[in-house]
């Protein structure tokens, strides 16, 4: 079993819709979550960085964490084609720690 | 102020030749690390560097070597490449601590 899950997908949805990408973890002891956008043959771009359960919000993207259930999303409202790129969830133990990455899900938004 | 930075972009190596990739922090990062990441896979991590060190190391053979400079910038080295090899090469600073930024990355194939 992978420590981190995360559906490949690919997800298509229409622009201006709410989108959800979620992930579970097997590790009890992430603390750190991030998400990064990964457009195609290029490097991942840090999206959100948390620590605790909860809500962060950041512009039209949210990321939820729920360390009781070991799963974390991240929300996008108001779709743009723009979004459509690979989105990769990652996290760690300390924050000096090496990231431990989803395989990431593909996400196409069509106009 | 200038991202994360990595040379070449693309390479093309034969089986068995060793190959030098470079990275260049962000401004004020002191932590370089590694990662490699496989076609519709995530980042998988190969080592960390810290105040010239080796901090932390992945699950990759002693073929993978490191090195950090003065000013904080790094190389990987692979010798005796293997067809296995061809990936994405992605460098991530941080400032020691917390959110690792990454580079685009060096294109590596393996003829």
């Known amino acids: 079993q992978k420590e981190v899950e995360q559906d490949p997908g690919p997800l298509s949805v229409p622009e201006g819709a709410i989108v959800s990408l979620n992930c579970t973890y097997s590790?009890?002891?992430?603390?750190?979550f991030m998400w990064y956008r990964q457009y195609s043959r290029k490097g991942p771009e840090l999206l959100m960085y948390?620590?605790?359960?909860g809500n962060k919000e950041d512009g039209r993207f949210t990321a939820q964490v729920d360390k009781s259930s070991k799963y974390i999303s991240l929300f996008i409202r108001d779709s743009q084609p723009s979004d459509s790129a690979t989105y990769l969830c990652?996290?760690?133990?300390?924050?000096?720690?090496?990231?431990?990455f989803g395989t990431g899900t593909r996400l196409q938004v069509f106009p | 102020d200038a991202g994360v930075t990595q040379s070449p972009t693309h390479l093309i190596k034969t089986r068995g030749q060793q190959v030098t990739l470079r990275c260049s922090p962000k401004?004020?990062?002191?932590?370089v690390s590694w990662y490699q990441q496989a076609l519709g896979q995530g980042p998988q991590f190969i080592f960390q560097?810290?105040?010239?060190?080796?901090?932390q190391r992945g699950n990759f053979p002693d073929r993978f070597s490191g090195h950090q400079f003065p000013n904080y910038s790094s190389e990987l080295n692979v010798n005796a490449l293997l067809l296995g090899d061809s990936a994405l090469y992605l460098c991530?600073?941080?400032?020691?601590?917390?959110?690792?930024?990454f580079g685009p990355g060096t294109r590596l194939t393996v003829t």
């Open positions: 991530a600073s941080s400032p020691g601590r917390d959110e690792q930024y």
């Open positions: 590790n009890s002891a992430f603390q750190y």
């Open positions: 948390t620590y605790s359960s």
């Open positions: 990652a996290m760690t133990v300390t924050n000096t720690d090496k990231l431990i």
């Open positions: 401004s004020g990062h002191d932590t």
């Open positions: 560097y810290y105040e010239e060190e080796e901090r």
